[in-house]
């Protein structure tokens, strides 16, 4: 695991020095050692955090003749068994580090190497014989790259700020990205907050030679739906069969691995898995916190204590003046989902015994565990209701979400209501984030909405459907988009900012294919989210986490917003030099701020995702070479 940075198509006197700079400020992501590979065209580099081949695994990798020059976020699970299959057909390798895969796949296969890779990964590939640079990004997203074009060359860094530090101009911010942000609480692929700067979507590669424009290709897409045919049965052996063998490769590591282990079942099946593959020293970072509703503790404890592992609890009760100083800022541009707040606390108090952990990250995207993807079972009914009623349905929903907390029934009614008749983007987010709506955004910032979106920003800018059609299509609209850009790239800065790695099973590919094929009513049943892995954890855990209904991992925002963050949004957004009301309609700002506008949506969370954007456009960019 590190951090990668790169420029191609300068002179090493410019290049270097300011590749050098990224690297520093890459630094958290790799504590252990620097690398730089320099030709007369490229230099790249890395910082490495080092967990495979500890002694030899340093970076730049090269192929025999060092023509081809390698550096790599991320972990290649099946290095070994590739390693073998290198082997046999005469390549010598540098290291045993798993990185030591690239340069080979790449001679054997060219850009279509990445097919070969089951892990998460960014990399970069140098090919000096054809002055060529090759970007590619895991199938998930669980690595981040960054990129743009600099006169004839290209820039690339694992994140914002080192990119900026290669860049000779600060780059401007996207008004059309700010208003994805304002609905979404980030930014999506392949866009950035920056004009001209851009996120490399999951599963792609990038090719480009100097002079030329770089060329973005999709390596891999989630399958069309392929029914399983056995019986349910069946499918839970395959299951447990691919479960296991996730966990199992995802063990792979030179150092001690611990897990972060919550109350619930996805979790819980980790460590039951990890346990049985004999890793009894895998350390268990449970979370204690004072909100009982909240505390999953004493259920953490139990799974630990059943399966025999050790645990490390953790106390956090941070307060939100801390939470702004150490978080706001982190992500190199506006992102405010709240979690990213106990995750980056867990996630330093975790790094303080290891360097590497499993979660239970994408259990919920891939085997339907959101309450949500039950409103994919209704949606065909919606659609078809005739416009007045459909109309009626979405004031109701309107009315009662004003009136009750998101997580009730009357809520989660609430926003099934107001989704009726509704756009597909409008439904898509009343029925995930309900931040600000398109339309809340024309009202709220006329500065913004020079093109205005009448169809889905997500589909203008990635061609991605953002369906709720079915529970199948909203799964897949979630692991497309609110999983890649939202909860990966919340736990990729969150671990790595305390030099951490984190490892997602669930997200293991061949897994994540076989769940896709099983029928949606095994899935998720009305009733029961997760069907398929509570029948394994009925088998594996104890009764009370096995059943337990799924719980956030947050932070009282609401309690923020009302009361200990009240002094602060009022003077930060409502001051006269506010950044964000610049795109305001100033008194509609003020009455969404104060709480005293018709806005149906989350009120509290929207309100913090203003607070995150102000904080960001107060804050000075990083510096340049």
């Not at 002694?55 to 790599?72: F, L, M, W």
């Not at 895991?138 to 900026?164: C, N, T």
């Not at 907390?405 to 989704?419: M, N, Q, T």
């Not at 309100?607 to 340049?624: H, K, S, V, Y």
């Amino acid at each position: 695991m590190c951090g990668i940075a790169g420029l191609v198509g300068f002179p090493t006197e410019y290049a270097l020095p300011r590749v050098r700079e990224a690297l520093r400020r890459l630094e958290h992501r790799g504590p252990d050692g620097e690398g730089i590979h320099q030709s007369a065209d490229a230099v790249i580099g890395m910082r490495r955090l080092s967990i495979i081949d500890l002694q030899c695994g340093d970076q730049p990798i090269y192929n025999e003749d060092r023509s081809i020059a390698c550096v790599c976020n991320g972990e290649l699970y099946n290095y070994v068994e590739e390693f073998k299959v290198l082997r046999s057909r005469g390549h010598n390798l540098q290291s045993g580090s798993d990185i030591n895969l690239l340069p080979h796949l790449y001679e054997e296969r060219g850009a279509e190497a990445f097919h070969d890779c089951r892990g998460m990964f960014a990399a970069a590939v140098w090919d000096e014989p054809r002055r060529r640079l090759i970007l590619a990004r895991d199938r998930a997203g669980k690595k981040p790259l960054f990129y743009a074009q600099s006169g004839a060359g290209i820039a690339f860094a694992s994140e914002l700020p080192a990119l900026l530090a290669m860049l000779d101009r600060a780059p401007a911010i996207s008004t059309s990205s700010l208003t994805t942000y304002l609905s979404l609480g980030f930014v999506p692929h392949p866009v950035t907050i920056y004009d001209d700067v851009f996120a490399l979507p999951p599963a792609s590669t990038l090719t480009f030679s100097a002079g030329s424009a770089p060329t973005v290709r999709k390596y891999w897409d989630i399958p069309d739906t392929i029914t399983f045919r056995g019986s349910r049965e069946a499918a839970l052996e395959i299951l447990d069969a691919k479960l296991a063998e996730a966990v199992s490769l995802r063990l792979r590591s030179d150092v001690p691995v611990g897990l972060f282990l919550s109350g619930g079942i996805d979790s819980g099946l980790v460590a039951s898995y990890a346990a049985q593959a004999g890793a009894r020293d895998l350390l268990c970072f449970v979370v204690e916190v004072d909100d009982p509703q909240l505390n999953e503790a004493p259920a953490a404890h139990e799974v630990a204590s059943q399966l025999g592992l050790p645990i490390e609890t953790i106390s956090l009760n941070v307060s939100p003046f801390e939470a702004m100083d150490k978080v706001s800022l982190l992500y190199g541009q506006p992102f405010a989902d709240s979690s990213a707040i106990p995750s980056y606390f867990v996630a330093k108090a975790a790094a303080a015994h290891r360097k590497v952990v499993l979660t239970g990250d994408g259990g919920d995207e891939i085997f339907a565990g959101y309450r949500r993807y039950w409103m994919g079972k209704i949606a065909p009914a919606v659609s078809a209701v005739p416009w007045p009623l459909s109309a009626l349905a979405h004031s109701a929903g309107e009315l009662i979400a004003r009136r009750t907390g998101r997580r009730s029934s009357s809520g989660f009614a609430a926003r099934a209501l107001r989704g009726s008749g509704a756009s597909q983007w409008d439904r898509y987010l009343s029925w995930t984030s309900d931040l600000l709506h398109p339309a809340d955004v024309n009202k709220i910032f006329p500065g913004l909405t020079t093109a205005r979106f009448t169809e889905s920003p997500i589909e203008i800018l990635r061609g991605y459907d953002v369906s709720t059609s079915t529970v199948d299509a909203f799964q897949k609209s979630d692991f497309g988009l609110i999983l890649a850009d939202d909860l990966l790239s919340k736990m990729d800065i969150a671990t790595m900012a305390n030099s951490l790695e984190a490892r997602s099973p669930f997200l293991d590919i061949p897994l994540a294919e076989f769940a896709w094929s099983i029928p949606e009513k095994w899935r998720n049943s009305f009733g029961e989210t997760k069907s398929m892995l509570r029948a394994l954890a009925r088998t594996r855990l104890p009764a009370r986490v096995s059943s337990a209904p799924k719980r956030g991992f947050e932070v009282p925002v609401k309690r923020w917003m009302d009361f200990d963050l009240k002094p602060a949004l009022n003077d930060l957004l409502l001051a006269a030099d506010s950044r964000v009301a610049q795109y305001a309609d100033r008194r509609q700002l003020e009455d969404f701020v104060q709480g005293t506008s018709a806005f149906a949506g989350n009120l509290a969370q929207s309100q913090w995702t203003l607070l995150m954007l102000e904080i960001f456009l107060r804050a000075p960019q990083p510096g340049r070479v």
